[in-house]
Structures are given as structure tokens and as C-alpha cells.
């Protein structure tokens, strides 16, 4: 076995980091291509309204959450009772747990998807229409994928057949084998 994990608040840290450097060229593209102000015109508009800005969180958390066990169910092929829901009280953060291990291939999908899905996507549809919200939405949702890049990261040298196990404390995963 071999531990590829690190702390909640080293993925959380670890997570800012890595997204970051997801997001920034995101940013500047749109910037550059849009114009200086077309970016904070949406993210005003998205967060003027702080109760309907919180809703759209805490409901794309639970969005996030779900993708994760889409794509293990589906990639995977795993049965949805393998998955647990639960809420992490001193991060603050949801989490999806599977409580089976997995090849890392599949593994990896279930990681990626909501990051893509809530968050490079919206960006891209940005990129392309030149709409601040869309853009302000899919960087906060690439900003918080960061503990799910920091997995992604923790897995580069584990090849795709490997079966890897969800850390039970932890950000990241146990390989087996």
C-alpha cells in the first residue's frame, strides 16, 4: 500500500494553488480578448445578491459532490450504495467518499468531472461569448476543484489499472497492490 494523501487543509492550500494556475490563464484570455471590466461587471451581478450568491454555492456544491459519484458510478461501473455523502465540519466542505476502491483510470474521472463540468466549461462558453458571469462562475467553480487537482496530481505516476482506495481521513488515496 502506499499513501498518496495530504491533510484537508493541504489539499485546501495545495487546491488554491493548483486552480489557480488553472484559472489565471483563463482570466487574462478573457481579459485580453473582452476587455478590462467585462469580468468584474459579472462577477458584481453574480454576487450583488448575497442570499441567491450563496444559494447558487451551496447548491453547486452539492452539484460538485454528485458529479463525483456520476462519473465513479459510471466510469467505474460501480453501484451508486458505494458511495457516501457527508460534510467535512472544520473545512467546511462537502465530499463524495467511495467506499470501495477502484482502478485509478476510472478514478481519475470521477475527479475531473466536476472541475470540467461546473467550471472549464463555463469559462470556455466565456471565452467564446464574452460573458463575465459565465466566467466569474466557471473560476469560482475551477477555484473550488483545487483539493480535486491536488488528487489529480498526487495519482500522475499511478498507472490507470492500479486499484486505488478513497483515504478514509484524508485528501487523496491509498494504491494498493
Known sequence: ??????SVWGGIVGGLA???LVAAPLWFGFEAKWGAGRFA???WALSENVGRFAAILVASAVIHELLHAIGWTVAG???WRTIRFGFHW???SPYAHLTVPMAAGPYRVGVVLPGVVLGLIPAIV?????????LAYGLTMILA???DLVVLVLLLRVPGDRLVQDHPRRVGVVVLG
Open 90 to 92: 472544520f473545512s467546511l
Open 77 to 79: 461501473r460501480k453501484p
Open 1 to 6: 500500500m502506499q499513501d498518496r494523501s495530504v
Open 145 to 147: 476543484a483545487g483539493a
Open 41 to 43: 461587471a459579472g462577477w
Open 126 to 134: 466565456a471565452l467564446v461569448t464574452g460573458n463575465g458571469v459565465w
Open 18 to 20: 493548483a486552480s489557480s
